[in-house]
């Protein structure tokens, strides 16, 4: 079965550019998590989507925002980059049963996102 | 509000070696606990994640962690490192709304 997958491994954007992220879950996965990883402040969630719907979000300004498609997969979105955007991203995959967090998280390689 | 501490960013221990990270959370009910590791370049691996019953959980390569309700712990261990341990390891405490992660220890294995 493959693995989640993230694409693309890298990008290099600038200030005030906007950029899409891509995450395609395990087969049968119907949950898709998105972090933001940074040295010294670990990851920091974004938001869960299940079903298409947004389930939880973080607290991160509405620069970031997500989506997730029929078939499971997902996109999220920063508009207006800031310097302090650049960051690993992560995109994880469950299974997205009712108590979605005691479920086993699939991750991604990332997204190491660049921002000058 | 729930946390995690991992208090320790940075740990070298020999190969060989036992290993003990720390790991403290807060949460008001109980919690569902996990830890991940992460290797250079890669994606976040479940080590081993604790919902109830026995407070001392077996996991994946070699790893097992106990949880302590009155000290709100659970540390990870491993008696005997080695040098492919060398990675990131991240605590987490999940709840019904999301999953909440620590900010990582580093370990560092030397011959």
């Known amino acids: 079965k493959a693995g989640v997958t993230q694409t693309p491994r890298y990008l290099i954007k600038t200030r005030g550019q906007q950029v899409t992220l891509s995450c395609s879950p395990i087969?049968?996965?119907?949950?898709v998590s998105w972090y933001q990883q940074t040295p010294g402040q670990g990851l920091q969630f974004l938001f869960e989507?299940?079903?298409?719907?947004?389930?939880n979000k973080g607290n991160f300004p509405g620069r970031f925002s997500g989506r997730q498609f029929s078939n499971s997969r997902s996109e999220m979105n920063v508009s207006t980059l800031e310097l302090g955007d650049s960051a690993l991203y992560l995109c994880?995959?469950?299974?997205?049963?009712?108590?979605?967090?005691?479920?086993?998280?699939?991750f991604g390689s990332g997204t190491q996102l660049s921002v000058l | 509000a729930q946390s995690v501490t991992q208090p320790d960013i940075h740990i070298t221990v020999s190969e060989g070696a036992s290993l003990e990270l720390r790991c403290n959370y807060s949460?008001?009910?109980?919690?569902?606990l996990f830890w991940y590791v992460q290797s250079p370049g890669q994606g976040l691996q479940l080590l081993l994640k604790?919902?109830?019953?026995?407070?001392l959980v077996q996991g994946i390569k070699g790893f097992e962690a106990e949880f302590k309700r009155s000290q709100s712990s659970f540390n990870l261990r491993k008696p005997s490192v080695h040098w492919s341990d060398a990675a990131e390891y991240f605590c987490?405490?999940?709840?019904?709304?999301?999953?909440?992660f620590g900010t990582g220890t580093k370990l560092q294995v030397i011959p």
């Open positions: 087969s049968g996965h119907r949950s």
């Open positions: 604790y919902f109830s019953g026995d407070t």
């Open positions: 994880a995959s469950s299974l997205g049963g009712w108590l979605p967090t005691n479920e086993k998280l699939f």
């Open positions: 989507y299940f079903s298409e719907t947004q389930r």
């Open positions: 987490a405490v999940g709840s019904r709304q999301k999953v909440t």
């Open positions: 949460y008001g009910a109980t919690p569902y």
